[in-house]
């Protein structure tokens, strides 16, 4: 899968300093195999 980041994308996620901030789908899928929700989604 390719994810890259989406400049047209709004990114309300606080946490800047991730290296998925702003990759919408490799921190989903990031989350999910921790069991959790990325914050944009909370």
Do not use: F, Q, W
Request: overall charge negative.
């Amino acid at each position: 899968m390719v994810c890259e980041h989406n400049v047209n994308i709004d990114c309300t996620c606080k946490d800047t300093s991730c290296d998925k901030h702003g990759k919408c789908c490799e921190c989903v899928a990031y989350h999910r195999t921790n069991g959790d929700v990325p914050i944009c989604l909370r």
